[in-house]
DNA sequence: AAGTGGTCTAGACCACTGC
DNA sequence: CAGTGGTCTAGACCACTTA
């Protein structure tokens, strides 16, 4: 009999129950991390459920980012080992000029390595051009990259710079040298001197999904970082959107 | 006949398409932001799909953040309004004195309003006490509150500062008076000094969903701050999870 | 009462994985 | 090949909202 074989508990519905069983296991640890969870048929039969309803359990625990699922293989228990940025430390100046990309002095045991797109000039988008002060007509160059860990992209970078800063510079390279974009500006005499950096989280659209390798049920850190120089220029703009799993940011200041 | 009337479309899977056909009309303004989608019987009929089909791409879009289901009513395009919180600003020494209450500066329109348990004596949890370097016996002050924005719960906070330092002093009262417990920790010669603030973005367990008033497909940012004296005496650790829908947080710092 | 979302069943077929 | 996840059907009943 349809729609009855759930003896109106009064309770929970029961894919939440399974799915709360599975967290206990989880948290626990009788289900370690890189495990395989009990297969839809496993838990159907085991707790006298449809398919569907077994499913359902597996399913909302993926979009809480706790399993992961293989087409084929199973449900598995994500493991976690994220990366941890600090961005005053990232930015501080002894680090430019040491032939260290900047984001490689955040991973400790595996590299994480920028794939770079060949800089193009172009109209700046309206948001970036309001943050930058440009006017509607006036042209940035258009950096675009992204960072891979063991191969996996779980980072894409943005970078808009004033055309009339970095025309005929290195900047418009793919390779900018060591020390990066900052240590040419600084060579142009814009140093990069205050940063601000804005931070969003939220679910990514299936094409931001896509592009990082992204499990579902993991959000996405959505950071727009604006560097003036000592004169208040803003001199680059960079938007990062970043696997949230894999990232511990850290700012530190004072007072 | 079950598992056919999908005529081997050789495209994406029927759901896909239809919450994909949704997701442009919000994008290109056809269905705007508290407006409400389709329901499952309309698309049903419209996309010559089973309930359950139909069912599937309004949920998936709810699970992305892109819509929000109200039983009985429908579901409904969600409208982000963040509140902007600026970590600097906010810790600014200026704003102590001013009787203003830390957040209260961050929220423009809609004042967010802490509601405030009484303080407790406990002993610290194990990351606690390893971040605030104590031994396993050292007793803290615990501090919480949920931050209310039009009633409803956006952020909890727990704060931890070490007890040999706050006993017998304003800070285990529920009211602290005007500049907070920071205000306080500087009357008691420890006025905190330096910043650190980790931040991750993670989808929230039930429970949390639960307490912060969140809908389904928002994702939390959990942000630890630990703040320090002039002598490097980490003299609180603040513990808070905010719903990551309703927050932009701002970090300024130099070079 | 009618319309809506929320849960559930008992099947089905497909695609992918590994033996 | 068997086992796994992924999609889908055609119903059912429930709880909630509005009128």
Redesign the interface.
Known sequence: MPGESTPNDRERPAF?RIA?EL?AKILDGALRPGERAPSEMELKEHHNVSKMTARNALVSLR???VLESRHGKGFFVRSFE?IRRN??RR???ELWGGGQSMWSVDVHDRPMEPVADEPIEALAPAGIARTMRLASTDRVCVRSRVYLVDGVPVMTAVSYLPLDLVANSPVMQVDTGPGGIYARLADLGH????????????????EEAGQLAMGA???V?HIVRTAADATGRIVEVNDMLLD??R?????????
């Open positions: 939440q709360a967290r979009d809480q980012g994220p961005a005053t930015l501080s100046k140093e990069p001197k205050r940063f601000r950096e804005e931070l969003r989280s939220r679910m990514p659209t299936p049920g993991t959000p850190m949230a799993s990232f511990v940011m850290e700012y530190d200041f004072t007072d």
